[in-house]
C-alpha cells in the first residue's frame, strides 16, 4: 500500500510538500542514515503513514555516518518504503503546521504573516486544501 499523493510530509522534523512518489527517488546518504525519525505523511485520505528511504549501497557503520556528517554526503538513487500508522483527523494535521508555524525562522511566513497563515490553513476543510494553501503562501508564492 501506498499513500494518495500529494502528501504534506514531516521528515526529521521539516515540513514538505510531495506532489508525487517520483520526487522521492533520491536522497541525500544522511537522510537514508537518518532513516525515519520522526516521518509521518499525511495523505489526502485521512492516511497518516510512515516513510522509510532505502537505499541498496548504504552500509549503515561508524566510517559511513562520520563521512556523511563531516565530509562526504552524495545524492543516492533510494526506493521509498511506506507503512500506514493509522488514520489523521484533519484538526491534528493543522495543529502540527501551526506548531511549524509558530516556531519559524521566516521560512513560513517570508511571504505572508503568522496570522495570515494561520487563518488561511484553519478555513481549509479538507487536506487537499490545506496542501495547497501551503503550495501557494509558502513554497510557490507567485505575489499576489
Avoid at 515540513?15 to 546518504?29: C, F, G, H, Q, Y
Avoid at 500506514?84 to 484538526?91: E, R, T
Wanted: overall charge neutral; aromatic content about 12%.
Amino acid at each position: 500500500m501506498k499513500p494518495n499523493f500529494p502528501i504534506i510530509l514531516n521528515y526529521n522534523n521539516f515540513l514538505d510538500l510531495i506532489p508525487k512518489e517520483d520526487n522521492l527517488n533520491r536522497a541525500s546518504l544522511l537522510g537514508v542514515l537518518k532513516g525515519n525519525l520522526n516521518s509521518e505523511a499525511y495523505d489526502n485520505e485521512g492516511n497518516l503513514w510512515e516513510l522509510k528511504l532505502h537505499s541498496e549501497k548504504v552500509k549503515n557503520n561508524f566510517i559511513i555516518r562520520l563521512l556523511a556528517h563531516r565530509i562526504y554526503n552524495p545524492k543516492l538513487n533510494v526506493s521509498p518504503e511506506w507503512k500506514m500508522i493509522g488514520k489523521y483527523n484533519l484538526v491534528e494535521l493543522k495543529s502540527l503546521i501551526k506548531k511549524f508555524v509558530q516556531k519559524d525562522e521566516d521560512i513560513f511566513t517570508q511571504f505572508v504573516d503568522a496570522k495570515t497563515l494561520n487563518n488561511y490553513i484553519q478555513k481549509a476543510e479538507t487536506p487537499k486544501e490545506v496542501y495547497q494553501v501551503l503550495l501557494k503562501y509558502v513554497f510557490e508564492f507567485d505575489g499576489e
